[in-house]
């Protein structure tokens, strides 16, 4: 039994050996102080321990903590913290006007000076050169070894959130020993002012903006800065007028009265920048049509409005013709602030002629006609090469350009056709005396832009069909005769056939079958025969005095095209002689 108490002994022995220390960091001592001297000739506000009364938002304060540590080394934190509510609730001190007390550098200690002891020898421990600490950055955090102690001095100052008539605990939050706490009062003899400013201030454009602003009591001094803390003085007094700005931006005023001063109010600068252009360019605009539409850029809103030089209230216009002579038109739009941009433009509208050769057309391959472009007095250019106003054509594609006085062109195109003659290479005839005695059906053969049929029978009976029928009535020999036709003339075909009601129908001098085109004839007229073997030996034109004007020897050819340009319009006899007989036809030349 002895022995397991022994061994039991030991072991408690072994563990109270082999146990970690915990760091015991606690704030031992502390003492106001002016700020009126370097880190060892300023002066004190009070004893060691003592709390005080701040009277002043503006003055500049400096404390000055003993920290102890016990048990392990330990850290003394870089920031220094507030509370006013008996502790708690805690606020770390930094460079920030946000809250009630900031810290603040000054020209009588630096930071990150060194400390000497100056709060004497009595916690005990080995005295280890604290900081001056004024800054955020660099950080003075410190790390203390066991039974050692250091002074740590904080230079702050009250901000404008500074609560009056407040008792305030200071303490570094690195501790985790309860110590002792800084303390101080204010009681600020002078009224934290009142101020009074509009939400913002615009401008039209880039510029200066007159600030204004009221504080109470009337006499506190009012500033204007560039941020909410710290930040550039842009001006000093009720009215101030501002720096240039281009853009929105936000500033930020503060009254003071004695060394009691305001929070910042901010305030909004709006910079209104409304542009405006004419869509159009200055100059000469040659127009369609009689007007030219205006437009304007950017497009605004209805919020907006607009005035034109014309009086109209439209984000748009139409300007009329000017004929050579310059106008000037201008606008203006007007934001719902009222912010007024302006623009201008010189016009000179001129028409453009109106040139219409008329629609497509088709006219007779010989044929001719006028075009037109109009606009007399202008200067033209066809693409033929002509400068003339009109111009005499045949088929063909052709266009112009009409340019007028006002140095403004335009042009039109047409594509005449040429219509095909009339044409037919023969007819068919069919006796049907199955059907009725002397009964014959006629058809033409390769008919080509036939508008029209006219049939002669030879026995004084016509018929307008393109396929016909006729019946004879007597037997006998009948010349029958096709004219087909269109708008550009007629084209006879001639066939002498026998009709014998009783035995059938057969084809008279079959082999001198001619025919004759165009009719009436222009400057050519064409001779051929249809049948196969048949040559045109010879031919005469003969005029209805009977005198011979146009005789053609040694042909020899089954078609034949003799030029009559040079005969008179009128009726003619034509006499051909082939190798298998001889025609006498009539013609007629209408040019």
């Known amino acids: 039994m002895k022995r397991i108490l022994i061994l039991l002994l030991l072991l408690c022995i072994a563990c109270i050996a082999f146990a970690t220390p915990s760091p015991a960091l606690k704030q031992s001592k502390y003492r106001w102080r002016n700020n009126n001297g370097n880190e060892t000739t300023a002066t004190w506000k009070a004893a060691e321990n003592t709390a005080i009364t701040l009277t002043s938002m503006s003055e500049i304060i400096r404390f000055r903590g003993e920290y102890y540590c016990t048990g392990a080394a330990s850290d003394i934190g870089h920031y220094l913290s507030y509370s006013k509510n008996g502790g708690t609730t805690w606020t770390q001190i930094s460079e920030s006007a946000a809250n009630d007390f900031m810290m603040v550098t000054t020209t009588e200690v630096a930071h990150g000076a060194a ?5 004497g020898t009595s916690t005990g421990g080995t005295y280890v050169a604290g900081k001056v600490i004024s800054q955020n950055t660099p950080s003075m955090l410190l790390n203390l070894a066991v039974s050692s102690r250091a002074e740590m001095e904080w230079v702050i100052k009250p901000t404008s959130s500074v609560q009056n008539n407040t008792t305030y605990l200071f303490e570094n939050r690195s501790i985790n020993t309860l110590g002792v706490q800084g303390q101080l009062t204010t009681n600020f003899a002078c009224a934290v002012p009142t101020i009074t400013v509009v939400p913002g201030f615009r401008r039209c454009g880039s510029g200066t903006l007159q600030l204004s602003a009221t504080a109470s009591p009337a ?6 800065w560039t941020a909410a803390t710290g930040g550039t003085n842009i001006g000093t007094g009720a009215t101030t007028t501002s720096p240039v700005y281009t853009a ?5 005023v503060q ?11 901010a305030v909004e600068l709006t910079i209104e920048q409304v542009s405006l252009a004419i869509d159009n360019a ?6 369609d049509g009689n007007m030219l539409e205006l437009t304007t850029s950017p497009a605004y809103p209805n919020t907006y409005t607009y005035l034109w030089s014309t009086n109209a209230t439209t984000p748009a ?6 004929n050579g002579t310059a106008v000037t038109y201008w606008v203006q739009v007007t934001s719902p ?26 006219i007779c391959p010989n044929a001719l006609m006028t075009l037109d472009a109009d606009n007399t007095g202008a200067t033209y250019l066809w693409n033929t090469g002509a400068q003339t106003q009109t111009l005499e054509v045949g088929p063909g594609t052709y266009s112009v350009q009409v340019t007028n006085m006002y140095d403004c062109s335009n042009g039109d195109e047409i594509v005449i056709d040429a219509i095909e003659a009339a044409a037919v290479s023969g007819f068919t005839f069919v006796p049907r005396f199955d059907i009725e005695p002397g009964r014959v059906d006629f058809a033409p053969l390769n008919n080509v832009a036939v508008d029209s049929y006219l049939w002669d029978f030879g026995d004084g009976n016509t018929s307008t069909m393109m396929h016909a029928q006729h019946t004879y009535n007597t037997t006998g020999i009948y010349e029958v005769k096709l004219t087909v036709s269109n708008s550009c003339g007629s084209m006879d075909t001639i066939l002498k056939i026998h009709v014998d ?19 009436p004839a222009q400057s050519k007229l064409t001779v051929e025969s249809p049948a196969a073997g048949v040559y045109i030996q010879s031919l005469s034109i003969i005029n209805t005095a009977g005198r011979e004007m146009i005789v053609t020897h040694e042909i020899n050819k089954p078609q034949y095209v003799q030029d009559i340009s040079t005969l008179a319009n009128g009726h003619y006899m034509v006499h051909i002689k082939t190798n298998k007989g001889e025609r006498v036809m009539k013609i007629s030349i209408l040019k």
């Not at 400390?115 to 709060?119: C, G, H, I, S, V």
């Open 115 to 119: 400390t000497t002891n100056q709060l």
């Open 282 to 287: 200055d100059g000469s605009h040659c127009l």
């Open 248 to 252: 929105n931006t936000t500033v930020y």
């Open 255 to 265: 009254a003071q009265n004695s060394t009691c001063v305001s929070a910042r109010t």
């Open 219 to 224: 006499s506190s001094t009012i500033t204007w």
């Open 501 to 519: 009601r009783f035995t059938g129908i057969s084809l008279v001098d079959e082999q001198v079958a001619i025919n004759m085109y165009p009719v």
């Open 317 to 322: 216009i139409n300007a009329g013709l000017s």
């Open 337 to 362: 602030s009222g912010c007024v941009k302006r623009d201008t433009v010189n016009l000179t509208l001129n028409p453009k002629p109106k040139v219409d050769l008329g629609s497509d057309t088709i």
